[in-house]
């Protein structure tokens, strides 16, 4: 599967567990050592993940993501970064779906990144609906 085939994902915001905010340190803090990961170039994310319960599994593509290497941020396995654009109702913002290669989330339950707090910058709550646009 190719995640940039122009698909829409739908879900809903859902509460995390608070772990996101150190898993974006933990990359960040890797990606600061090591700033050639191709595509994330000069990207500074905000310190925490959006979690989105999806209407359908998403299982993990295998093309279309930019991995980051776990001995690039010190875990326990790689991560892949897919990009994309979160919409809820007329808010639009650029992210990345974050798939780490080790994890306990469902296929239909994902976590996304931005430069950017997404709760606040698209005003979404828990039980916000939205949908995920990967562009061709």
Known sequence: MNATNGQVLNGVVVDGMGIGAKKVALLMAGLVKCPAVAGLEGIVFFPGTLNVQLEHD???PETGGVRVGKEVYGGDGDVLLFP??????????ECFIVRPEKTSHPDG???????LGLR?????TTGSTLSIHFSL
Do not use: R
């Open 58 to 60: 998403w299982p993990t």
């Open 84 to 93: 994309c654009v979160l919409e809820v109702g007329n808010k639009k913002a």
């Open 109 to 115: 339950l994902v976590e996304v990144v931005a430069a």
């Open 120 to 124: 606040e910058y698209l005003q979404a």
